[in-house]
């Protein structure tokens, strides 16, 4: 293997922008801003979620957010500034960068991941199962 995960999530981390869960905190529900919940849906039924979240599955990502692609999500269009998580920080900073490097702009993902947003005393819902 010529790169590992931590190398690959440090080179991320080196080019995209990181909130601390206090900065998330306070931007949500604001106008223009959309939390992005990347984590498998069992994490939010085990877990619970960010008020307001949309949830992308992580394997999907890149597809909901080309408009070109068979799969385009409309939100992903919207302009606003996109805040990704998912539970420690590592999936978000991948993410993060991969759509950076698609062209989606301005995004963001939140350093310690959900876990860091739940010791922050950020608030959280129940996430049903349907």
């Known amino acids: 293997m010529t790169k590992g995960i ?7 981390e080196a080019e995209i922008e990181t909130w601390t869960p206090e900065q998330a905190i306070e931007q949500l529900g604001k106008d223009g801003v959309t939390f992005i919940d990347i984590r498998d849906i069992r994490e939010l039924w ?9 949830h992308v599955p992580r394997g999907m990502l890149e597809f909901w957010v ?3 692609s068979p799969y ?9 500034r996109f805040v990704f998580f ?9 993410a993060t960068k991969a759509v950076q490097d698609m062209g989606l702009e301005p995004v963001c993902h939140i350093q310690g991941g959900f876990g860091a947003w739940k010791a922050a005393g950020g ?8």
Request: hydrophobic share 35%; net charge neutral; glycine share 14%.
């Open 72 to 80: 385009g999500k409309d939100v992903f269009q919207s302009g606003n």
């Open 66 to 68: 080309d408009p070109d």
């Open 46 to 54: 085990r877990d619970g979620a960010v008020p307001g979240a949309v």
């Open 6 to 12: 931590k190398q690959l999530c440090a080179e991320a």
């Open 86 to 94: 998912c539970a420690g920080g590592l999936r978000s900073a991948l």
């Open 123 to 130: 608030p959280v819902v129940e996430k049903e199962k349907k």
